[in-house]
Nanobody
Framework: QLQASGGGLVQAGGSLTLSCTSN????????MGWYRQLPGKQRELVAK???????NYGDYMKGRITISRDDAKKSVSLQINSLRPEDTGVFYC??????????WGQGTQVTVSS
């Protein structure tokens, strides 16, 4: 249901934009967002945005990220600036439906080199 793209290798200090597209009716989706997972750790919120544009940021990357939602394209994008090696991880797209179910994308690897 969710297709993520945009991960890759980037140098420290650089920027990256992750995109996630849904193949379902966007108006059935309450929130869309991104989580990051480090090896052996639980997924942690990076940022999520509601259908009304209300944004909730996780603590770690706040101030370096911008999340946006495009209902016409049924997608959400996450721009990450000033990337650091410790930002390296797998980023997962997430959607919460108005009816309750939640879905995860396949994950996209972000690697930041020093």
């Amino acid at each position: 249901q969710l297709q993520a793209s945009g991960g890759g290798l980037v140098q420290a200090g650089g920027s990256l934009t992750l995109s996630c597209t849904s193949n379902t009716n966007i108006f059935r989706i309450l929130t869309m967002g991104w989580y990051r997972q480090l090896p052996g750790k639980q997924r942690e919120l990076v940022a999520k945005i509601t259908d009304r544009g209300v944004v909730n940021y996780g603590d770690y990357m706040k101030g370096r990220i911008t999340i946006s939602r495009d209902d016409a394209k049924k997608s959400v994008s996450l721009q990450i600036n000033s990337l650091r090696p410790e930002d390296t991880g797998v980023f997962y797209c997430h959607a919460e439906m108005r009816s309750g179910p939640q879905f995860w994308g396949q994950g996209t690897q972000v690697t930041v080199s020093s």
